[in-house]
């Protein structure tokens, strides 16, 4: 089969130079393994850290690639299942499928066949296209684990900064879903977005500090950016009760370069020393994120897919080495705004 392989460790920055399309076995499924056809697939930045080792600023949760054990990166997926190892109960071959590849296995989604535990993937719903269910996968996960954070309650006022984006998208269709009242921070070019995905209103970060522009009472801030800036600016609008929800931390594009272990520990003490703090004195910190249970939760990602909630698609590439290289260059620029989609069948 196809698959886009690493034979070593790209250097931060070279991931789009150092992949290669090759040909390689077919993955055999282990017991709970699904073996899943894949039709669609995505690029998150995250694929990019994983693979070039610079997760977290280097934190190494993804297999080092060697020349004869190939590493191939993807997480997001949708596909039809075409076999299964022994364990698996609830899926059966033909099933249309979607889910995520956990970053820990060295044969992620970009490849034409995956085998991927049944914890990490659910049905898809029938009027969901493949391309649209494989970038609900890790979009969808954060966004439901940030949301849950936020601790909504009909008539809450949030603001999502970031609110365009892959995760942002589906942050502020879920949140308005559940009766909150969205205020969307991003760039002059998506504001039209961020009305059509439902904010009640839109400030733009390029042309003023977005924070000043708000005088109503907030509950919540969401931030889907990182770093400082972002940080003072959404506690600016909280009061002590608010709650301030971020799925990056104190270090924005954390991931685009190595910090070192030092660095690590700093970032971490840091987010540490918020949490305690601000249980003393508020607004609340979060830092969240999937953790290692968060399949079950596809469910409830396919349930919003269904009926309409999907993130912001910014762009589709096909399956072939030189336009997959243009678009991790894109993403690893952060140039894209919404999920990149990979569509397997071109
Ligand atoms: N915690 C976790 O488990 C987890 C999992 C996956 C991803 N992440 C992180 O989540 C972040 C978002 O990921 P994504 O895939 O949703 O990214 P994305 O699709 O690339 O979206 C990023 C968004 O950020 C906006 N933005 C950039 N700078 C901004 C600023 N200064 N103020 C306000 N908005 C700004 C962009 O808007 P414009 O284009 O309009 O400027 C864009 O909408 C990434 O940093 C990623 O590493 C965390």
Not at 176 to 203: F, K, M, N, W
Not at 252 to 278: H, N
Not at 295 to 301: E, P, T
Not at 305 to 331: E, N
């Amino acid at each position: 089969m196809r698959a886009l392989a690493l034979t070593r460790r790209p250097a931060p920055g070279t991931l789009a130079d150092s992949i290669g399309m090759s040909e390689i076995a077919e993955p055999r499924p282990g017991f709970r393994d699904v073996l899943v056809r894949v039709l669609a697939s995505t690029i998150n930045i995250d694929d990019i850290h994983v693979a070039e080792g610079t997760f977290y600023g280097g934190i190494p949760i993804g297999p080092r690639p060697r020349p004869g054990r190939p590493v191939t990166p993807g997480s997001d997926l949708s596909g039809v299942v075409i076999g299964a190892g022994k364990g698996v109960r609830s899926l059966h071959a033909g099933d249309a499928v979607f889910g995520v590849q956990i970053p820990f296995r060295s044969k992620g989604a970009w490849a034409e066949i995956c085998a991927i535990d049944e914890r990490w993937l659910t049905p898809k719903p029938d009027n969901v296209p493949f391309p649209c269910a494989a970038a609900c996968g890790i979009s969808g996960l954060v966004a439901l684990s940030a949301i849950r954070a936020l601790k909504l309650r009909r008539g809450s006022r949030i603001v999502v900064v970031g609110a365009t984006g892959g995760i942002g998208g589906m942050a502020v269709q879920f949140a308005t879903r559940a009766g909150a009242e969205v205020i969307g921070v991003c760039g002059p070019a998506h504001v039209d977005r961020a009305y059509q995905l439902g904010c009640s209103l839109v400030l733009d970060y390029k042309t003023q500090p977005w924070e000043r522009e708000i005088s109503t009472h907030i509950d919540g801030v969401l931030d889907l950016v990182g770093g400082g800036d972002v940080e003072h600016a959404g506690r600016s609008v909280l009061d002590r009760d608010g709650i301030f929800v971020t799925v990056v931390g104190p270090e924005r594009f954390i991931g685009d370069r190595p910090l070192g272990w030092t660095g690590i520990v700093r970032v971490l003490a840091t987010v540490g020393w918020r949490i305690v703090k601000s249980r003393f004195r508020g607004p609340r910190y979060v830092l969240t994120g999937p953790g290692a249970g968060a399949g079950r939760d596809l469910r409830k990602v396919a349930e919003a897919a269904a009926t309409g909630i999907l993130p912001p698609i910014d762009s589709t590439v096909p399956f072939a080495l030189q336009p997959m290289r243009q678009a991790l260059r894109r993403a690893a620029e952060h140039r894209n705004n919404g999920r990149i989609v990979v569509d397997m069948t071109r």
